[in-house]
């Protein structure tokens, strides 16, 4: 069993930045795979990024690429979303994700097996 709780959500103006946290309880973290997905008001739940166990190997949204950057801390038990050069589109509510088993596919939410309850990040233009 995981728990994971996110912060960090705030408002922001256009262009600036926002770190996000996801801190995870148990001893068996650096076990899973994390992912960053969000959902914005009227729309589906998207990927967003998502980093192995052991941090070797991340992946990213096309719209995040080049802007968020994803990492993890296995001593802190915790997963970090640096999100630099914020757009109004980025506005939604973000959620971490833990998962066990392969890599692949970590842009699919249905292959997560614990939820974080959600942090607001609203970007204003």
């Known amino acids: 069993q995981v728990q994971l709780v996110e912060s960090g959500g705030g408002l922001v103006q256009a262009g600036g930045s926002l770190r996000l946290s996801c801190a995870a309880s148990g001893r068996t973290f650096s076990s899973y795979h994390m992912g960053w997905f969000r959902q914005a008001p009227g729309k589906e739940r998207e990927f967003v990024a998502a980093?192995?166990?052991?941090?070797?190997?991340?992946y990213y949204a096309d719209s995040v690429k080049g802007r968020f950057t994803i990492s993890r801390d296995n001593a802190e038990n915790t997963v970090y979303l640096q999100m630099n050069s914020l757009k109004s589109e980025d506005t939604a509510v973000y959620y971490c994700?833990?998962?066990?088993?392969?890599?692949?596919?970590?842009?699919?939410?249905?292959?997560?097996?614990?939820w974080g309850q959600g942090t607001q990040v609203t970007v204003s233009s």
């Open positions: 980093i192995s166990w052991d941090g070797g190997s991340t």
């Open positions: 994700a833990a998962r066990l088993g392969p890599f692949r596919n970590s842009d699919q939410a249905d292959k997560y097996d614990y």
